[in-house]
């Protein structure tokens, strides 16, 4: 068995046509071998070097060209873009140009350096991509721009170093805008480096062949545009003046060059190796292909009669697979089971056959579940032959177009499915594509007859071919339903769903269109601003519903008190807007009238509301401006009758407030106040002034223990500027946080200067804390930083505060104030007496001093009540072991009845005023210092008042 297997195998092997033609080329190469000798051994050494020469140059022509038409495109893609930013430019938009830049994506495509825009002075005024440097960097120096600028067509420039490329060029491509005049307004340049992206990619292809490279030269200077990176082709150092009128061909050496203009500004250098090693193998390699070819012959002629009993078994093998090419599962013939070539083709083939039927039934399952898809989600595919103007539509496409199917659709005979206005619309979007390669997406509206009318969304996309755009291919839907869904949305948009008022963006639009018909008719109108008092406390304690109760009943009060014409809307929360119109033409009549209307709804809301089982009496605090005239714009409106408003809360509950210039006047002044402020802490006009805190034991006997921080603002053009004034200010605009940062520090480095000085070193320093101050976070932090970075002495630090920081939150009050008293830093009570704190927080504060406050010093010799206050002060910081200081001492008198109930320490102008550092530094030398703490304070109090 084993013999017969072998047989067959032999014999199988025997019958392969991969043997017997193999048979038949031994035989003919053997025949035809002394043919191969020399048949071109001496032909072809003579004409090498012709056809490499001429090889050499036609490739080098076909280069040159090939970049030529590249340069060519993009020096009219600059003029058209030149000529669109034309207007632009003219009207000096920086913005409009950037977002012309940046809507344009096509520009990276053509530069892939970018493109800048320049105005006449050669300076950027919008760049893309937005490179930093170049925004505002000046071009008029390069030689390129300067060209522009003259008067000339697209020039370009020598070459430069390129960002982000070593041995690479940037080129620079500038064309002047021209005004419809003539003139020259302005340059746009496009750069462009040597990239794959870029027009000179073709040259960089070159780079990669080891026995040539290709360089792009500078005409006028001989300088690399794109050097080859072959080095050691050609010898170093500045190359031979190049001619541009004709092609030169040179040998260097064992170098060919070959030298061709472009555009005429530069000249492509082409060099290949002409080593005569090279040349014996390409004239050897040429010979044994002529051999070859003569012994190929020789093989045709003798294989010519083998071949007709060798093709046999081929042939039928062929008839077969042709009848089975017309079935769809063809059946295995006997040649299945030959064991030669011709029965591992029939196999094979029968397998491929079987995946074909498959593939086949998928594909066709697959284009039907393409097509279900299509029309689930109505969308068709196209494809637009740009120059056949031929259109391709799938069949849902034809569908969605209600069009009857056809193989190809002239561009004319499509455009018909759409109105005029859709028409225009795609025509212009196609060309933008076909034109500057971007893409598209449009919403056409079709021809619907009498029925509701369809919209389509088109979206296309280009097929570049050689840098042109052959085809562009797209789909288009069916947008009618989404179209009227946001409709139904923008609709709802306008309306407050809780009282069925329109809203604010409503209210504006109906506003812009009321200052419009103002500025032509000159009718006066008013707005009402209408905000419930109380609001927030209603809903905190009734819950949401009962506070959506409150506002449908303000609703609908406000809704019956308009007249024809007036509007109504839900701006905020709980703030409603009434536009009032037609006032008349008399400003003054106008404004009576709309205070009248604003008072009589004032009136009318200030009323008992019935909220499901509950009454609840609301108000309504009403804020009213007229307008009118031409110019406004409808912020100033809404501005004036925010301040209006404001002020009717500020006033009290229920007061209703027509808005007068003072209000405004009084606005801008502290936005003045606050930006001078702001910059007044940049620029360091702010310091600090210290008053004396003294101690007085008798006659004769008075210490200066120590001194408060009072901040001081010394305007450069208006001078001093008092703390009554910008403190308010400083509080509410947040910038209280800064002065109080600025003081801490400034006093912080006064204690660190006077700790070194042996007579000061015992001085104290007061600094006002603010309760945003205070409460803010990492406020323990902040001071040990001020503290660790200046030096001061944390036991020379006191820190100020007052009884309203104390209302909220009085644990955090506690923990900070415990953290800063751990490393010696002290606390004063400022203002006491003047708050609402509880006298039980005294006891859960560590405080170590009480001031009594300068409006109960001013009246204790005058107002009973005020001195029985005083003595209770001292009683209590007697008592809870604290030290007593008064504050706003300025008579004696009052200093001998502070005396005689026990405090013996002082601050006012009886004593000194706040003076700078150098004049409270020259008082307290004069003054015989020591320290002194509270405990001694409270001793000499008692010892005093004995």
């Not at 000096?92 to 530069?111: I, R, S, Y």
């Not at 819950?543 to 409150?550: A, M, S």
């Amino acid at each position: 068995m084993k013999g017969v297997a072998m047989w067959m195998r032999l014999r199988g092997i025997a019958q392969s046509l991969r043997v017997r033609l193999a048979a038949l080329i031994l035989l003919a190469f053997a025949g035809g071998g002394a043919v191969l000798g020399s048949a071109a051994w001496q032909e072809i050494q003579q004409q090498m070097s012709i056809h490499g020469v001429d090889e050499q140059e036609h490739a080098a022509v076909q280069l040159a060209q090939s970049i030529e038409r590249d340069v060519e495109f993009r020096k009219k893609s600059l003029e058209q873009v030149a000529t669109l930013v034309a207007p632009l430019l003219i009207r000096k938009n920086p913005e409009a140009l950037q977002d012309f830049l940046q809507a344009k994506p096509v520009f990276t495509g053509l530069f892939n350096g970018g493109v800048v825009m320049l105005g006449s002075n050669g300076t950027a005024l919008a760049a893309v991509p937005s490179v930093a440097g170049r925004l505002g960097a000046h071009y008029a120096d390069t030689d390129y721009v300067a060209a522009a600028l003259q008067g000339g067509g697209v020039a370009i420039g020598s070459p430069a170093a390129a960002r982000g490329s070593e041995g690479l060029s940037e080129i620079a491509m500038a064309a002047p805008v021209r005004a419809s005049s003539g003139a020259i307004v302005g340059v746009v340049v496009g750069f462009s480096y040597p990239a794959s992206t870029s027009f000179l990619s073709a040259i960089l292809d070159h780079q990669g062949q080891s026995d040539r490279h290709v360089s792009l030269l500078d005409a006028r200077t001989g300088k690399a545009v794109v050097p080859g990176r072959a080095q050691g082709m050609v010898p170093a150092g500045p190359r031979d003046p190049l001619s541009l009128k004709q092609l030169s061909t040179t040998e260097e050496g064992t170098k060919l060059v070959t030298r061709m203009p472009v555009s005429s500004t530069w000249v492509l250098e082409y060099v290949s190796s002409r080593e005569f090693e090279q040349q014996q193998s390409l004239a050897l390699r040429n010979r044994m292909l002529a051999a070859f070819g003569v012994g190929l012959a020789a093989v045709a002629l003798l294989a010519a009669g083998a071949s007709r009993i060798a093709l046999r078994p081929l042939q039928r093998a062929a008839s077969e697979l042709q009848d089975w090419s017309s079935a769809k599962a063809p059946e295995a013939s006997d040649l299945v089971s030959r064991v030669d070539d011709i029965g591992v083709l029939a196999r094979n083939f029968y397998r491929v056959a079987e995946r074909v039927t498959h593939a086949t039934e998928s594909l066709a399952k697959a284009t039907g579940l393409m097509e279900q898809a299509e029309t689930l989600a109505h969308v068709g595919a196209w494809e637009l032959d740009v120059r056949q103007q031929r259109l391709q539509w799938s069949r849902q496409a034809y569908r969605i177009h209600d069009i009857g199917e056809t193989h190809a659709l002239h561009w004319e005979q499509a455009v018909r499915a759409y109105t005029p206005q859709g028409r225009a619309t795609l025509e212009k979007a196609l060309g933008e594509t076909i034109r500057f390669g971007v893409g598209m997406d449009v919403e056409l509206e079709l021809h619907a007859g009498d029925e509701p009318s369809r919209w389509v969304r088109m979206v296309g996309k280009p097929v570049l071919e050689n840098g042109e755009v052959s085809k562009v291919v797209g789909a288009v839907q069916d947008v009618s339903k989404t179209r009227q869904d946001a409709r139904t949305i923008e609709l709802l948009a306008y309306r407050d769903s809780l009282t069925d008022l329109p809203n604010r963006r409503f209210l504006i639009d109906k506003l812009e269109a009321t200052l419009a018909a103002s500025a032509s008719s000159g009718n006066q109108f008013a707005l009402v601003a209408v905000d419930l008092d109380n609001f927030k406390s209603l809903n905190d304690s009734l819950g949401h519903y009962k506070g959506d109760l409150l506002l449908q009943a303000v609703a609908e009060t406000l809704r019956r008190s308009l007249a024809d014409g007036d509007i109504v809307a839900r701006v905020g929360p709980d703030e409603f807007m009434v536009l009032i119109v037609s006032l008349g033409q008399d400003a003054a009549l106008a404004s009576a009238r709309a205070g009248h209307r604003a008072e009589d709804m004032c009136r009318k809301l200030r009323q008992r509301y019935v909220l499901g089982r509950l009454h609840y009496h609301a108000t309504a605090s009403v804020g009213v401006v007229t307008f009118g005239g031409k110019g406004l714009a409808s912020e100033l409106p809404l501005k004036q009758v925010d301040l209006a408003l404001a002020q009717a809360k500020a006033s009290g509950a229920g007061l209703c407030v027509v808005f007068n210039p003072q209000m405004q006047v009084a606005l801008d002044r502290r936005v003045e106040l606050e930006a001078a402020m702001y910059q007044g802490l940049i620029n360091r006009e702010f310091s600090l002034h210290y008053q004396a805190q003294v101690v007085e034991r008798g006659p004769g006997d008075r210490t200066i223990v120590g001194a408060e921080a009072l901040i001081r603002w010394t305007h450069p053009e208006k001078g001093p500027i008092s703390p009554v004034e910008f403190i308010p200010v400083a509080e509410t605009s947040g910038l209280i946080l800064d002065i109080g940062r600025f003081t801490l520090q400034q006093a912080c480095q006064q204690l660190a200067k006077w700790s070194q000085d042996q007579v000061l070193a015992g001085l104290t320093v007061s600094v006002n804390v603010s309760a945003r101050q205070f409460h803010e976070e990492g406020f323990v932090e902040s001071v040990l930083q001020v503290l660790a970075h200046t030096g001061a002495p944390a036991r020379c630090l006191k820190l100020e505060l007052t009884e309203g920081m104390l209302v909220t939150n009085i644990e955090d009050v506690a923990i900070k104030m415990q953290a800063l008293k751990a490393i010696g830093v002290s606390f004063s009570l400022d203002d006491f007496g003047t708050g609402y704190s509880s006298l039980a927080y005294l006891k859960r504060l560590p405080l170590d001093q009480i001031k009594i406050d300068r409006s109960f010093v001013h009246g204790v010799l005058d107002d009973l009540n005020d001195a029985a206050i005083a003595r209770t002060i001292i009683g209590l910081a007697d008592s809870m072991g604290l030290s007593i200081i008064a504050e706003g001492v300025e008579t004696p008198a009052q200093r001998q009845f502070l005396a005689e109930e026990g405090c013996i320490a002082y601050q006012g102008y009886l004593f000194s005023r706040p003076l700078p550092c150098e004049q409270f530094e020259a008082l307290a030398l004069a003054e015989p210092l020591r320290l002194v703490s509270s405990h001694d304070l409270k001793d000499l109090g008692r010892v005093v008042a004995a």
